[in-house]
């Protein structure tokens, strides 16, 4: 995969410029020459020039770094360790039914929740429903650590609400504890609910109302229109959202380490990775990437059939006002329950921040408060090394992003080149891998050195951490490049073309420069996502080159859980302002909005 | 003297296989001539264009500018200015910073720039809204930054992809008066594309009609209509019937041909229209030529009347004539006709034409 474009170059620079002799006489040869070359994107060998160094650095970076892991789990013991996974008593066997059911799991609860919230929020008025569309992201936008410590702290054994619940009634042990797959479950239903909500919105805002009015003018029922119009219409959006959540429950990795579910795909890598059996985690690794690619490909045949938007533009739905006065109170009611739902992990994260370490035992909340987590992590040089790691590596990642992911949007959405889709796929390749695969194939493919590290191993290395941060991200930046080149009229460039402007001097001027604000909500996402990031950083770290998220953890295990938090927080802040300045970058909202449906 | 000419232009594109998008086309225009591609949509017009403007190569044949071969320029280096059919205008720059922009990469000084760019929208009756944005014009507006933006570079030749395409129907007609009076001002040479006959007419010198990426006719508007090369440039162009009609005689410019009601007629053909005794001719006769009277009165011929169709200035009726139905538009209409009413058709004669195939 993404080879093909690698071999198709020199191909195409063998291909003669120009069969016939259209030169007048009186014209030497060099300056027809130089006229090719300055030709530019008019001339065939362009786009290949351009896509090669790209498609070198997806076979390097993501394609290559994936075979390299394949060799490894067959290098050593043949295929004996994929024959664990037929085995019925077996870890492996159970780790990925576990993985299977969980996220069959997490797409039924998220399905459910997911479509209920778009469907009350589009289709209801109700007092508090602005503020909850507002925060209905919320959960969701955490770094998936943090996220992950705050569900630990409000719903675990030792969480907020059970022992909260127990003191209220008196009760022996903590009240209604979510533990194990439970636990994972909760995690997995708060934070991927959105992509439901997202795409049933989405479709719902997208259905002329008049449809639905159509079918009760010709008799229907409400029961009947919801089963034969409404659901079947949302039909498209609902396959895609369970193809992502499921996709992204597979490859989620914090959930199982905060609650202790060690059977799991994500898990077994880990173990395996650090009890030093690398075979057996590549095995893993392997089998997972598979099954992603399996659930990639399975999209993409989706989104390429049709969905059923409706063509006719500016009609809004109307919202149904709830009237009778029960159902008003119960609205509100729920509306608060709602909003104190969706705050209370960044509440929690928040409290916790100024908590002194150790103070927090068998109490509710915390009991001692303190702003000195947040002095030790500025004042302490080694407390606030983290940071600056996680800040660096994310800006370099995020640079590279920006190159790459640029060029190759502008390629596969303007250039026509053999081996396109195969650019493509390759991008999303790196989107679908889980965190913990991408780590694993870095580990396999540049443990020694090779060509695409220039010789060097870089296992232990400062910049292995970029490059999986690079990895991961790129695919953001490419889809909010790629969204927003879709929205400028390639008749624009060709405009500057014609009034003279080389290919250059057109893209820089009119393409890249309309591109701006799509871009840079994509990188924002980018760098976020990257100073948030734990699941591959955790199997790459070394003590020098550790991030703020593996910090997190690190400082939980030595149950200084307030300085955590307080690092927890700041990785919120900065989401917060982020979102913000998105907001801020007009157009480039509905990109990043595009891009943030492909957070993983 | 030529101005651009194309020989034996021919563009595959990789994606529609075999099919030719413009097959074999060759055309010539002369300098300062108002030049329109006209056809129906997928007749390879706007593909013609772009050849012209450098954004496809053709597969095969050439393209000249004046003596120079231009068939593998990049477009950047071919000094043309189109008018796209959204415009394309620069969404983030102002009207003076769009107009300027051709004239930045050919570094023309900041205050002649700044003349070339008041001049410009003068031309185009925009003066004063240099520093407007882009979003805050209207349709038309925008269509006259556009054919601002291409004259101020003063291009060798005015290319234009069915600019009025998107305005409605009055500012269309107004626009069309306009965008010849500026060429003729200005003297460019213009390629203009469009699928709307009436404008075709309206504007062009000459007009090439294409259909399937071939070129049907290439003629001056009168000639296109009088003399249409066969019987696709007779039925779209206006309307036309097109008779099969036995041949009976005929002559190097004339075929005599026999009508429905048996009586022969001679008919004007192009010359080498090949056609022989026994043989079926192709006839158009435009339905504004054929007048109606009684169907006693003598050469008239007989038919039935199966549609009519009140207009204001014309009537448009269907007659039915020997199975044939025959479109006529009367401007005298015999009172109290109705559908059903057996009538006479009084063919013009001389404005019969005959057509190949």
């Known amino acids: 995969m993404g080879g093909a474009p690698v071999t198709a170059a020199p191909s195409a620079a063998t291909v003669p410029p120009i069969t016939e002799d259209p030169a007048p006489a009186g014209r030497g040869r060099r300056p027809r020459l130089g006229g090719r070359f300055a030709g530019g994107a008019s001339s065939r060998w362009f786009p290949y020039a351009l896509v090669f160094p790209l498609a070198l650095i997806l076979f390097g970076y993501v394609v290559q770094p994936m075979f390299a892991t394949f060799a490894e789990s067959v290098g050593v013991d043949g295929v004996a360790n994929y024959t664990e996974f037929l085995r019925g008593e077996g870890v492996a066997r159970s780790s990925l039914l576990t993985s299977l059911g969980i996220s069959a799991a997490s797409v039924l609860l998220c399905g459910i929740v997911g479509v209920a919230m778009a469907f009350l929020l589009k289709r209801f008025q109700f007092p508090g429903r602005r503020l909850i569309e507002a925060i209905i992201l919320v959960p969701a936008a955490l770094p998936p650590l943090i996220g992950a410590i705050s569900f630990q702290l409000l719903y675990s054994e030792t969480g907020i609400l059970p022992r909260g619940l127990q003191q209220l009634f008196g009760t022996e042990s903590p009240v209604l504890p979510f533990t194990g797959i439970a636990g994972v479950l909760v995690v997995h239903t708060f934070t991927m609910y959105p992509f439901f909500y997202l795409a049933a919105s989405a479709a719902l805002a997208g259905m002329d109302p008049s449809v639905e009015e159509a079918a009760y003018n010709l008799g229907a029922g409400r029961v009947r229109v919801w089963r034969t119009v409404l659901l079947p219409m949302l039909t498209p959006a609902l396959v895609s959202a369970s193809l992502l959540v499921f996709m992204t429950s597979l490859a989620s990795y914090t959930a199982p380490l905060l609650f202790g579910v060690d059977r799991t795909m994500t898990m077994q890598i880990y173990i395996n990775r650090t009890n030093g059996d690398l075979p057996m985690a590549s095995t893993y690794a392997s089998v997972l990437a598979v099954v992603s690619i399996l659930f990639l490909l399975a999209m993409r045949w989706y989104e390429g059939r049709r969905s059923y938007r409706s063509q006719s533009k500016g009609i809004a739905a109307h919202r149904r006002e709830i009237t009778n006065p029960f159902g008003k109170w119960a609205a509100l009611a729920a509306s608060i329950l709602a909003t104190v739902v969706l705050l209370a992990p960044v509440g929690t994260i928040a409290l916790v921040a100024f908590s002194a370490d150790g103070s927090w035992t068998t109490e509710v909340i915390p009991s001692a408060y303190t702003g000195q987590n947040f002095v030790t992590i500025f004042s302490d040089p080694r407390a606030f090394q983290p940071i600056l790691n996680s800040l660096q590596m994310s800006l370099i990642a995020t640079v590279g992003c920006v190159v790459v992911g640029v060029l190759i949007a502008y390629a596969v959405r303007r250039l026509d080149f053999r081996g396109r889709a195969l650019l493509d796929v390759a991008v999303m390749l790196a989107w679908a891998l889980p965190g913990t695969v991408v780590a694993i194939n870095l580990i396999s493919a540049f443990s020694t050195g090779n060509v695409f590290s220039f010789g060097q191993v870089l296992i232990g290395t400062f910049w292995i951490m970029p490059l999986a941060y690079f990895v991961r991200f790129l695919p953001l930046v490419f889809r909010s490049s790629s969204a927003t080149l879709a929205q400028i009229d390639p008749s624009l460039e060709e405009a500057a073309r014609n009034l003279g402007a080389s290919w250059w001097r057109a893209f820089g001027t009119v393409t890249l420069r309309l591109m701006v604000p799509g871009v840079a909500a994509g990188a924002l996402l980018a760098f976020v996502n990257g100073v948030g990031e734990f699941v591959a950083s955790v199997l790459i770290y070394t003590s020098q080159t550790a991030p703020i998220s593996v910090e997190i953890n690190n400082r939980m295990y030595s149950f200084e859980v307030g300085t955590a938090a307080a690092y927890g927080m700041l990785q919120v802040v900065l989401i917060f302002v982020v979102m913000v300045i998105s907001g801020r970058l007009q157009s480039g909202r509905s990109a990043s909005r595009e891009a943030a449906k492909w957070t993983a | ?357």
């Open chain 2, 1 to 357: 003297m030529i101005d651009v000419t194309l020989e034996s232009v021919s563009k595959r594109f990789a994606r529609t296989g075999d099919t030719a998008a413009v097959d074999d086309v060759d055309i010539s225009i002369a300098a300062g001539e108002f030049f329109t591609l006209l056809g129906p949509s997928g007749c390879g017009k706007t593909t013609t264009l772009r050849m012209v403007a450098g954004f496809y190569f053709p597969t095969s044949g050439r393209i000249r500018f004046g003596t120079e071969d231009v068939t593998r320029r990049p477009p950047n280096k071919r000094d043309t200015g189109m008018v796209f059919q959204n415009y394309a205008l620069f969404p983030h720059m102002s009207v003076a910073q769009n107009v300027a922009y051709g004239l930045k990469i050919r570094r023309v000084g900041r205050a002649e720039s700044r003349r070339r760019v008041e001049e410009a929208l003068g031309q185009v009756h925009l003066a004063g809204y240099g520093e407007r944005r882009i979003d805050q014009l209207s349709g038309g507006q925008q269509q006259r930054v556009a054919l601002a933006r291409a004259l101020v570079i003063r291009p060798r030749t005015l290319l234009l992809d069915e600019p009025l395409s998107n305005l409605d129907a009055k500012l269309r007609e107004e626009t069309r008066t306009e965008i010849r009076r500026i060429q003729k001002e200005s003297g460019n040479t213009a390629i203009y594309v469009t699928h709307d006959q009436a404008e075709a007419m309206a504007m062009s010198d000459r007009i090439a009609v294409m259909e399937s990426g071939r070129v049907q006719q290439i003629g001056a508007p009168q000639e296109i209509y009088h003399r249409p090369a066969n019987a696709f440039v007779a039925r779209f162009i206006g309307r036309s019937n097109v008779l099969s009609l036995p041949v009976t005689a005929v002559t190097d410019e004339t075929v005599t041909v026999g009508l429905p009601d048996g009586a022969e007629t001679a008919v004007a053909a192009p010359v080498g229209h090949g056609l022989r005794a026994g043989e079926a001719a192709l006839v158009s006769v435009r339905p504004e030529h054929i007048g109606l009277t009684s169907t006693t009165e003598p050469g008239a011929l007989p038919g039935r009347i199966t549609e009519l169709e009140f207009t204001g200035m014309a009537t448009n009726l269907v007659v039915d004539v020997a199975g044939e139905p025959v479109q006529v538009a009367a401007i005298d209409v015999p009172a109290g006709i109705a559908v059903g009413d057996q009538i006479g058709l009084r063919l013009n004669r001389e404005r019969m034409w005959v057509v190949h195939p």
